[in-house]
């Protein structure tokens, strides 16, 4: 049987221990700031965007990987002795999936190369890729794995609170007008990934620090019968006392295996600005 090896574009925000431990290999998609690209967490920081948004007053573009990036990251993790399966950000969000899939179909290794569109962002894929490492570790073939994923995939929980309305408006997400309200009132939107597309859900009021509390509080009842092996704390450089007090939210239900904390990276925090933090966990299937 051929070993399965699993890669994934950088949104799925998993840090270098996370990768490093489940033997997953990253490629990047790019940021362009003006006239200049970078690519994700190779030659660019989110630090650098917020500083180049602000002095712009503008949101950056992001792209896919182009097809040669695309041909040349499979050959060079595709060999004679393995299958692949490439997670990649919701197609609803990107044209990732459908570039990898053209260039599996120009290598023709259709057979042995999955193309999987994770229908989430962050650590929404971050979750099904630790998943499927644990499959392949346990033997399973590349099709048996992502037919599983496929099925555990409406069972990922992803959502995110907002410091800052700014980054939306500057993106064309929300309107002027909101983004001048929700800074008077000091409104955090929630935002939810919902069959792979990002949905506004529940306004928190106040400080960041208190909406998060609210926002943790919320999603106790989902939490406490969510599968306990892990959760994650996805934020965009929130001060190490927010990220300490979810944390200890979480620590408090006395639920989850592991507390797994991560940094967004580029894309994700172009979008979304400083000061987002995410809870993201697999419910269980039976609580759905």
């Not at 609170?161 to 309107?175: A, H, K």
């Amino acid at each position: 049987m051929k070993s399965v090896s699993i890669i994934a574009d950088t949104t799925c925000d998993l840090s270098a221990e996370l990768r490093e431990k489940y033997n997953i290999a990253t490629f990047p998609l790019h940021i362009h700031l003006g006239d200049e690209e970078f690519s994700d967490g190779v030659d660019i920081t989110p630090e650098e965007i917020y500083r180049w948004s602000d002095a712009n007053k503008a949101t950056p573009k992001t792209s896919a990987i182009s097809p040669f990036e695309a041909t040349s990251m499979l050959q060079e993790h595709l060999s004679e002795d393995n299958e692949l399966i490439c997670f990649c950000i919701s197609e609803q969000m990107s044209s990732c999936r459908s570039v990898m899939q053209v260039a599996a179909a120009e290598l023709e290794v259709e057979d042995r190369v999955f193309i999987v569109d994770s229908a989430n962002l962050s650590t929404g894929i971050g979750l099904q890729i630790i998943e499927a490492a644990n499959m392949a570790k346990q033997g399973m073939c590349a099709s048996q794995i992502v037919e599983k994923i496929k099925k555990m995939q409406p069972f990922v929980r992803s959502s995110f609170v907002v410091d800052t309305l700014t980054y939306l408006y500057r993106g064309g997400r929300c309107s002027g007008l909101a983004a001048l309200a929700g800074s008077t009132l000091k409104l955090h939107p929630c935002i939810s990934v919902i069959d792979g597309k990002m949905q506004p859900g529940k306004k928190y009021r106040g400080k960041i620090e208190k909406a998060l509390k609210e926002y943790v509080d919320d999603l106790k009842p989902a939490l406490k019968t969510a599968r306990p092996e892990r959760v994650f704390i996805t934020h965009s450089g929130c001060d190490d006392t927010i990220v300490d007090a979810v944390r200890k939210q979480l620590e408090e239900l006395e639920h989850f295996d592991e507390i797994l904390v991560t940094q967004a990276g580029s894309v994700i925090t172009s979008h979304c600005g400083p000061g987002t933090l995410g809870v993201l966990f697999l419910q269980s299937e039976t609580e759905k």
